[in-house]
C-alpha cells in the first residue's frame, strides 16, 4: 500500500496505509459478534440472570463503547482499536505542514487535538452509526421473508393507528428503500478506499470526510503527551486536589476513588485485547498442529488403560485373573445345578430389550482383543460394530442376521456358552427346551451388549490392518 504512493512522489510519513485502517475496522467489527458469542454462552448457565442482558445486547454494547471511546478519544486521540494500531485523530488541514511537524511537533498537535465538539461528532460516527447500520441489517433480515407473503403484511390496515402506520412506513422502508441506501453506503466507502489507496483523498470513510477528521499515525510528541498525561493523573491520585490533599495527609488515600478505577479499567483495556488475541492465535495453532497430537500420544503410550466394561456382561478381568481350580469347581458346581437354575441365572445377567421385554443372548467379551467374541478364534476380515467392538465380518454378518449357528443352537434349547468355538455349523445339539418367544435371539444387535445396530448390515465398518 505504501509503495503506490512512494511511486507518485507524495509519500507522508504519518499517513498510515490503507492495509492498517482495514485491518483495525476489521478488528473493530469483531468485536460484537465476539462479545455476544461469549455471552451466550454464559446465559446457557445462568439464564435468569444473563437473559435480559443478552436481549438487550446491542443497546448496552453501544453504551459501553460510547465510554471506552469517549475516553479514548479524549486521552489517547484515537479509538479503542486504533490506538492498539498507533493510530489517532486529528483536525484535518486544508494543505500539509511538514517543516512546522518536523520543527514544533508539540504545537502542531495541540492545534490539531480533537475539541469536544470534535469528539462527539467522531463518537458519533463510531458508534451511532454502526449501532443504527445493525438494527437496520436485523430489521431487514426479518422483514424480508416476511415480505413475501404479500399483501396480508404488505397492506396497510382499515383501521389502523399511529402505531401501525409508524410500523407499515418502516417496513416500506426497509424492503423498497433501505436496499439502494445500503449499496450506495458500501459504493462510498470502496470509491473513498480507492482514492485514499492513490494519494487522491486524505479521508479513507466518507463520514470522516463530513466531520473533517483523519487518521493519522502516533509521533513521538503523542506519546510523551500520554506519559505526561498518565504521570499527571499518578501525581494527582497520590496527593489529590484542595481538601483532598489535607485528607491525603491525614492518611486518607484516593487511590481507590471512582475516576481512578474507571481510568485505571479504561486503561487496562489496551493489555487485555492483545492478550486475549495472541491466547486465541495460540488455541488455534495448538490445536491445528500435529505438535499436540504428537504430544498427547507419547504421554499415552506410557498409560496401561484398563479394558471398557459393558454393563449386563462379566468383566474380563475377573475372568482372566481366576485361576484353574476355580474355573473347574465352577463346572462342577454348573453340572449339579438343575437346568432351570441355569435358565435364571442366564436371564438374570442377560440385557432385557426395551421393547419385547425379553432377555437378549449375547456372549461375553474374549480376554484378548485378537479374538472375535462370537467364534472366539483369531479374527479374520475384521470388521467395526457400531459400539465399538471388532468381530469377524462373517460372524457379525450372521449374527445380524440371525442366522448364525450359535445362535440357532441357542434358541433350539443349546448351551450359551460352548468351548469348541462353535465352528461346526452342521452341528444342532440341542441340550434343553426351545427358548423361541422366551429369548430374543440377538438379531439385529450387537453380540457383547446386545444393542440394536442402526441400519442392520449397513452399519458394519471394515477395518483396514
Known amino acids: 500500500m505504501e509503495f503506490v504512493t512512494s511511486l507518485r512522489g507524495t509519500f507522508d510519513e504519518g499517513k498510515p496505509s490503507l492495509f492498517e485502517l482495514l485491518s483495525e475496522q476489521q478488528l473493530a467489527s469483531l468485536l460484537p459478534p465476539t462479545l455476544r458469542y461469549l455471552l451466550v454462552v454464559a446465559t446457557r448457565r445462568n439464564p435468569r440472570y444473563l437473559l435480559r442482558i443478552l436481549n438487550s445486547f446491542d443497546e448496552l454494547y453501544a453504551l459501553a463503547g460510547l465510554l471506552v471511546e469517549h475516553h479514548y478519544l479524549k486521552t489517547r486521540g484515537g479509538s479503542f482499536t486504533e490506538n492498539f494500531y498507533g493510530l489517532k485523530r486529528e483536525k484535518s488541514l486544508a494543505a500539509e505542514i511538514p517543516r512546522a511537524t518536523h520543527s514544533s511537533p508539540d504545537v502542531v498537535r495541540q492545534a490539531l487535538r480533537l475539541s469536544s465538539a470534535d469528539i462527539w461528532k467522531n463518537l458519533a460516527v463510531m458508534v451511532g452509526i454502526p449501532y443504527i447500520k445493525r438494527k437496520l441489517d436485523e430489521s431487514y433480515e426479518i422483514n424480508a421473508p416476511r415480505a413475501l407473503l404479500g399483501s396480508s403484511y404488505t397492506r396497510l390496515p382499515a383501521n389502523a393507528n399511529w402505531k401501525d402506520k409508524i410500523l407499515f412506513y418502516y417496513r416500506w422502508f426497509l424492503t423498497n428503500i433501505y436496499p439502494s441506501i445500503n449499496a450506495a453506503y458500501y459504493f462510498a466507502l470502496l ?251 440377538g438379531e439385529g444387535r450387537c453380540a457383547v451388549t446386545g444393542r440394536r445396530v442402526l441400519g442392520g448390515t449397513e452399519g458394519l465398518r471394515r477395518i483396514m490392518v
Open 191 to 441: 470509491a473513498f478506499n480507492l482514492a485514499y489507496l492513490f494519494d487522491n483523498s486524505r479521508y479513507h470513510n466518507p463520514f470522516l470526510w463530513m466531520i473533517g477528521t483523519r487518521v493519522r499515525r502516533m509521533n513521538g510528541a503523542d506519546y510523551k503527551a500520554i506519559e505526561a498525561r498518565l504521570e499527571k493523573a499518578a501525581a494527582k491520585g497520590r496527593l489529590g486536589g484542595g481538601a483532598a490533599g489535607a485528607a491525603a495527609a491525614a492518611g486518607t488515600s484516593s487511590m481507590f476513588s471512582a475516576r481512578g478505577i474507571s481510568a485505571r479499567m479504561m486503561g487496562g483495556l489496551s493489555l487485555v485485547l492483545p492478550t486475549s488475541i495472541f491466547a486465541l492465535k495460540f488455541l488455534e495453532w495448538w490445536y491445528a498442529s500435529d505438535f499436540a497430537k504428537q504430544l498427547s500420544r507419547k504421554a499415552a503410550e506410557s498409560l496401561d488403560l484398563p479394558p471398557p466394561v459393558v454393563t449386563g456382561v462379566p468383566s474380563t478381568a475377573t475372568a482372566a485373573t481366576t485361576g484353574s481350580g476355580e474355573k473347574k469347581e465352577k463346572e462342577t458346581e454348573e453340572e449339579e445345578e438343575s437346568e432351570e437354575a441355569k435358565e435364571e441365572k442366564l436371564k438374570a445377567s442377560a440385557p432385557i430389550s426395551s421393547t419385547s421385554l425379553l432377555p437378549i443372548f449375547t456372549v461375553p467379551p474374549p480376554e484378548s482383543s485378537d479374538l472375535c467374541p462370537i467364534c472366539e478364534g483369531e479374527i479374520v476380515t475384521p470388521a467395526a460394530c457400531q459400539t465399538g467392538i471388532v468381530y469377524c465380518y462373517t460372524c457379525i454378518h450372521k449374527w445380524l442376521t440371525g442366522t448364525h449357528p450359535r445362535q440357532e443352537r441357542f434358541m433350539a434349547g443349546g448351551p450359551a456358552i460352548t468351548r469348541d468355538h462353535d465352528d461346526d455349523e452342521n452341528d444342532t445339539k440341542t441340550e434343553g427346551p426351545n427358548r423361541k418367544d422366551k429369548w430374543e435371539s
